[in-house]
């Protein structure tokens, strides 16, 4: 076990199904991921990024190895962790507002809470409220609100209880492409500021190395880790980047391996196959 890590992944196996149907999704998972650390996942569909994710925020139970967390074993859903997933999921009958107090409604997160930390979470919706830009809509409803203001609402919330771990789940997947750039910037700032851990798990591979301190290539049949590529980026990213011709190489090298891992040398014939898995 790597004490230093925030997150320790270690030799993590999953199973679904039983007997002559079971199916391996991942095999000897290792990964640690430091304090701080922005990490993204990538890879081909069915490489079980969204199910390691899963595993993180205690939803998936593991049927090999161990997950911890400052030394801990994960052992289900915790306060120290919050997920984002690509659906709002917001709360229609809802304000901005009282979606992102939503927590605190929660048993699990009143347990010993006093009036004064109270008081402070309620300064602190309205501090993401400012920080998310939100506070124009503080009173309106989900469906008032475009796609990006609602996942904005959503990232809120899920870190009104200051959890030291996010992780997100292609949250900006359906969104176009003007907003999600707004989107990156967003939560590479609110990243700096709040200090957390961010696990992302992302299909866009211009994504993944914009926001990512490294980017983890998972690959399929069964789910793994082939690559783990170092950005070589500085700290503060600015749009621009994404013209360097060092940004471009990286680009290239991970696409090229997710064909190569799914099976795949070109883009025709990863659509080709597409074609035929739909009809």
Known sequence: MNTSSKISIELVSKYFGRGGDQ????ASIELNVRQNEFITLVGASGCGKSTLLRILGGLE???????????????????????VFQHYSLYPWLTVRQNIQFSRRLKTNRRDLSS?????A??????????????????AFPNQLSGGMQQRVAIARALQGKPSILLMDEPFGALDAQTREVMHDLILHVHALEK??????????EEAIYLGHRVVLMAPRPGR???IYDVPLP?????????????NALKRQILARIRETSGMKTDLEMLEQLTRTEA
């Open 23 to 26: 199916v391996r999704a991942l």
């Open 61 to 83: 139970t593991i049927d090999e190895g161990a997950v911890r967390v400052d030394g801990q074993a994960i052992e289900g859903p915790g306060v120290d962790r919050a997920m």
């Open 116 to 120: 004064s930390a109270v008081e402070v």
């Open 122 to 139: 309620s300064g602190r919706a309205d501090a993401l409220l400012r920080l998310m830009g939100l506070t124009h809509v503080a009173d």
């Open 196 to 205: 957390s851990t961010i696990v992302f798990v992302t299909h866009d591979v």
């Open 225 to 227: 880790i082939d690559t």
């Open 235 to 247: 700290a503060v990213r600015d749009p621009e980047m994404k013209l360097a011709p060092e940004f």
